[in-house]
């Protein structure tokens, strides 16, 4: 966490630093990152880089929390535009499918989990967090027509629903297809999770 000194200057001289490290952030995984070139853009001196922060990882993680907040409030707000789950996800494919698109995000996002793959203490933390974020969400859904009831259940289920949309995405953006058109597959996918593959009638008849 940032030192008193850094959330105490002004908003504007906060902001500058802030964009100079993303943009290093956004070129470079955390081990190759400089605080010489964040310095240089944010126009600040090197003593006072370390005034700000205890160390260029001190900023990093500073900045991923950030990242992941407004990922989470996201959630969030898409999920009080709809108690099912099925809706929630499809509501929300806008917002992961132009995180993709959009080739910076997707890159810093690429660097910010090469970096804290070796993290292991930071990994635990992390999940605990998206652990906690993903049973408040499921909260504010309801899940009466869903047939497994226990939480694990519930949270595996979510997780699996968002690593196929975002295999769908990333699947869609390879091939070159539109938003529409990904949309389409993923709608796809979730019709075969809601519905299953067997016919109505083979349900129950004997092997």
Do not use: C
Request: proline residues 2%.
């Amino acid at each position: 966490m940032p030192k008193d000194t850094f959330f105490n200057l002004v908003e504007e001289k906060r902001l500058k630093i802030i964009k100079a490290a993303k943009a290093e952030f956004l070129d470079n995984p955390l081990r190759k990152a400089r605080v010489s070139n964040i310095v240089t853009v944010a126009g600040i001196p090197r003593g006072s880089f370390y005034q700000y922060f205890e160390d260029l990882d001190d900023l990093y993680y500073f900045i991923v929390e950030e990242v992941f907040a407004e990922i989470f409030n996201a959630g969030y707000v898409y999920s009080e535009m709809t108690d099912d789950l099925f809706e929630f996800v499809k509501i929300s494919f806008d917002f992961d499918y132009r995180g993709f698109k959009k080739e910076s995000r997707h890159k810093y996002m690429t660097n910010v989990f090469q970096s804290i793959a070796g993290n292991v203490e930071y990994l635990e933390q992390f999940n605990v967090k998206r652990i906690k974020y993903i049973e408040e969400i499921l909260d504010r859904l309801d899940l009466s027509n869903i047939k497994y009831t226990k939480r694990e259940d519930h949270v595996k289920m979510y997780q699996m629903i968002q690593d196929l949309k975002i295999s769908t995405i990333k699947k869609t953006l390879v091939n070159n297809l539109t938003k529409e058109e990904a949309f389409t597959e993923f709608e796809w996918y979730l019709d075969i999770l809601k519905n299953g593959l067997l016919k109505e009638e083979q349900y129950g008849e004997p092997k």
